[in-house]
């Protein structure tokens, strides 16, 4: 069984920051992406950042430059930090591990971030 936990989502004022980050219990041996989507009610989840093992990442453009993804050297625990926060950017966020041979996703229950004056 993998779990998928993630932790410091919360409450900040546009411009904040806040530092998200998720553990993976699963070897890192058969990790092989690991990633951060969101979710406001009545849209679909969408993709906010991913990191391969070797440390290539991937963005969407509506974050390029105000979010950054990490992972630790253990190489199980991912981390988002989001610089220069909008409202806009608020949402439940999931982090999603894609791991073993045939390529399975495990998701997180999420933590919210809101994004308010």
């Known amino acids: 069984q993998v779990h998928v936990v993630e932790s410091g989502g919360g409450l900040v004022q546009p411009g904040g920051s806040l530092r998200l980050s998720c553990a993976a219990s699963v070897s890192i041996f058969s990790i092989q992406t690991m990633g951060w989507y969101r979710q406001v009610p009545g849209k679909q989840r969408e993709m906010v950042a991913d990191i391969t093992p070797g440390g290539s990442t991937n963005y969407a453009d509506n974050v390029k430059g105000r979010l950054t993804i990490s992972r630790d050297n253990a190489g199980n625990t991912v981390f988002l930090q989001m610089n220069s926060l909008k409202s806009e950017d608020t949402a439940v966020y999931y982090c999603?591990?894609?791991?073993?041979?045939?390529?399975?996703?495990?998701w997180g229950k999420g933590t919210l971030v809101t994004v308010s004056s």
């Open positions: 999603k591990v894609v791991a073993g041979s045939y390529g399975v996703d495990y």
